[in-house]
C-alpha cells in the first residue's frame, strides 16, 4: 500500500514555537508585516486543502479568501498560544461544511482532481509515466472517498498535522479521530487495489 500520510509529517510548521508566538502577538497587534508572513506561510496550503476537499479550484479560491476575511476579522482576539495552522485550517474547514450544506452539492460535485505534489524532475521517461500513474491513482481514490474521510487524510497525510491538531479541526476526539483516519487508509488502500486489479482482467482476456 503506498502510505501518503507518512510523506510529510514534518512539513506542516516551517517556524519554531517561539518564532510563531512572537508573529501571533505582531498579528494580534495589527501589524500589517505579520499579516504577510503568515499569508506567505500558509496560502497555498490552505487552498490546496480545500481544492482536493472541495474538488473544485474556483470554490477553493472563493473560500480561501473567506477564509483569510475571517483570520484579518478574528485577529486581535486571538489567544496569545494559538497554534496559526490548526486555526486556518479549522476555519477553512467549517466554510467547506457550510458551503456544502447551503448547496446540498457534496455528493453531487463532479471530479475536478488537483495534483498532491510539486512535480519533481524525473529521471526517465518511464520514472515520469510510472509516476503520473501512481499520483493519478491515488488523487481519484482519495477524490473518491466521503468528505469525512477524505480531509482527515489531506490534513494528516498532505498538510502533516498531527492527529490531535487534525483532531481539533475536523471537532473531534483524538481518538475519533485516529479510528477515521485508520478507516480512511483501508478504505484507500482497497480503492488502489480495485483500480490496479481492474486491468487484469482485460489483459488476460486479450491473451485467450
Known amino acids: 500500500m503506498t502510505d501518503v500520510t507518512s510523506a510529510t509529517d514534518a512539513r506542516f510548521y516551517d517556524m519554531d514555537r517561539e518564532s510563531e508566538l512572537e508573529l501571533v502577538r505582531r498579528v494580534r497587534d495589527g501589524d500589517a508585516a505579520a499579516f504577510d508572513v503568515v499569508h506567505a506561510a500558509f496560502n497555498s496550503r490552505l487552498f490546496g486543502f480545500l481544492a482536493r476537499l472541495a474538488r473544485s479550484t474556483d470554490v477553493a479560491e472563493d ?19 494559538t497554534r496559526l495552522g490548526p486555526w486556518l485550517f479549522t476555519v477553512a474547514r467549517n466554510l467547506h461544511v457550510s458551503y456544502c450544506r447551503s448547496r446540498a452539492l457534496e ?15 524525473i ?27 477524505r480531509e482527515v487524510l489531506l490534513l494528516v497525510g498532505i498538510e502533516g498535522l498531527r492527529p490531535a ?44
Not at 483532531?167 to 480503492?191: F, K
Open 63 to 81: 473560500l480561501v479568501e473567506e477564509t483569510w476575511l475571517r483570520f484579518v476579522r478574528h485577529a486581535g482576539r486571538l489567544d496569545a498560544d
Open 107 to 121: 455528493d453531487s460535485r463532479s471530479v475536478d482532481t488537483v495534483g498532491l505534489w510539486p512535480t519533481g524532475r
Open 123 to 149: 529521471s526517465s521517461p518511464f520514472e515520469q509515466t510510472a509516476s503520473n500513474e501512481l499520483e493519478r491513482q491515488i488523487e481519484a481514490a482519495i477524490a473518491a472517498l466521503p468528505a469525512p474521510f
Open 165 to 208: 491538531e487534525a483532531a481539533v479541526v475536523c471537532g473531534i476526539s483524538p481518538d475519533a479521530l485516529r479510528q477515521r483516519l485508520s478507516r480512511a487508509r483501508a478504505l484507500l488502500a482497497a480503492r488502489l487495489a480495485a483500480s490496479q486489479s481492474s486491468i487484469i482482467p482485460t489483459a488476460a482476456k486479450v491473451h485467450v
